[in-house]
């Protein structure tokens, strides 16, 4: 797409965003102090440090994630200069559906959602149950349980590994190669974070290679299989196969892993509502969509980048000009006093509009019916867990650090019987 050019200055309508950096352990402890005062300047404000429009109301959010003249892909100044400093591997990153336009992200989202509501779908989350009930029960004869390292990942690294096909002996590895990514996602990218970023990548190209060599010959019915065959009939290039593997199992388990981290939090802050949730396990669905509205795994819409206009648009009674950044502060938006009431509460029964913790409109998260199946299951078994837990961390709970992702380090949670 050719975008109209970028107009020099910032229309004198849209207030700048100041004194703002969440960039620090105060902003991380408790962003959403910071997010009521950029909503309380109405509409899209412009931010100077990254040169972008800032949406953060439900709204105002809702519009931007829904409206098809927001692109991913930037105006080609922009795309050349970021072919100049982000080193060529990381690149393919760009072949992904978190970072394509439609024609190429409809191909790309066809061709891996189908995986997504196979039958086998139960096998992998009836596993994914059998292991959380294992460690709980473990953690219950020790006293303790760490739940970020002990529950989280295990569970989730689990449940997308075997649907993407991924040999669970390996999934120790692959989860360092996407940790290690991670940072280099965020906005801005950490330069510390480069250098890794890419070993990372490269040990996911080398590894994919070789399953899809595994799997050309012995296919099987998981999402990489059905990958490779799209790619033997030509309607996926090797870079696109690798990147969009990659794609899938790292996005696929840090959502659930910042998810059950935030609602163990949540509920050791909220101890009424835990016991609200054993009285009624029925409430798991729904306690599930208020810790991803509550704490959002992801703070801002698309990783690296946000969405760009590709005219001069009107989003929230302002004018933007064409060819600008605009990012989706969908934690700002996720509690939005004019969508849900007392937002700051956690409550599991609480009514209302749909969060966009996991997206909105055409980029609406892929694996979002999964995620919530996985969650639903873990809370199906905190439910039913017949223990009393507390923590220290509650006060003070280690965040990473981190804008884009908003996920405990650690939460280590002392248990004793009921």
């Not at 590895?173 to 890794?196: E, F, K, N, T, V």
Request: hydrophobic content about 45%; proline content about 9%; charged content about 20%.
């Amino acid at each position: 797409m050719t975008y109209q050019p970028t107009e020099d200055t910032v229309p004198a309508e849209v207030p700048p965003l100041e004194d703002f950096d969440p960039y620090n352990d105060a902003f991380r402890a408790d962003p959403y102090p910071h997010y009521d005062r950029i909503r309380a300047l109405g509409g899209p404000v412009y931010w100077d440090y990254l040169d972008s429009y800032v949406v953060s109301t439900h709204a105002d959010a809702t519009a931007v994630l829904a409206d098809p003249r927001m692109r991913l892909a930037p105006p080609d100044p922009v795309a050349d200069l970021l072919a100049s400093v982000v080193p060529e591997s990381l690149r393919s990153m760009s072949r992904t559906l978190l970072f394509t336009d439609p024609p190429d992200h409809t191909r790309l989202r066809d061709l891996t959602r189908r995986p997504f509501a196979s039958p086998r779908l139960g096998g992998v989350l009836a596993d994914a149950r059998s292991l959380a009930d294992g460690i709980l029960a473990d953690a219950r004869h020790r006293g303790f349980l760490e739940v970020v390292d002990e529950l989280a990942f295990p569970v989730s690294l689990q449940a997308i590994g075997d649907l993407l096909g991924i040999p669970r002996e390996d999934l120790p590895r692959l989860r360092d190669w996407g940790q290690a990514m991670s940072p280099a996602a965020d906005i801005p990218a950490a330069p510390a974070s480069i250098d890794s970023a890419v070993a990372a990548y490269e040990a996911f190209d080398d590894y994919f290679a070789h399953l899809a060599r595994v799997r050309a010959e012995n296919p099987g019915e998981d999402l990489f299989s059905s990958l490779v065959r799209a790619q033997q009939q030509g309607a996926l290039s090797r870079s696109e196969l690798h990147a969009n593997a990659a794609l899938v199992f790292i996005s696929g388990h840090e959502t659930l892993v910042a998810f059950t981290a935030s609602a163990f939090l949540s509920f050791l802050r909220n101890p009424a509502q835990l016991d609200l949730l054993r009285a009624h396990p029925d409430l798991a669905a729904a306690a599930t969509e208020e810790v991803l509205r509550h704490e959002s795994p992801l703070q801002l819409a698309t990783a690296g980048g946000g969405r760009w206009t590709t005219e001069r648009m009107e989003i929230g009674g302002r004018t933007l000009p064409a060819g600008v950044r605009v990012l989706t502060f969908i934690g700002a938006a996720n509690r939005d006093p004019a969508v849900y009431d007392g937002p700051d509460r956690f409550d599991i029964t609480r009514p209302g509009a749909r969060h966009l913790a996991l997206g909105h409109g055409l980029h609406y998260c892929l694996g979002a019916a999964l995620a919530k199946q996985q969650g639903t299951l873990l809370l199906e078994a905190l439910a039913h867990w017949p223990v009393r837990i507390a923590s220290d961390a509650v006060d003070a709970p280690e965040w990473l650090p981190l804008f884009m992702q908003r996920r405990l380090a650690r939460l280590p949670v002392t248990v004793r019987p009921a």
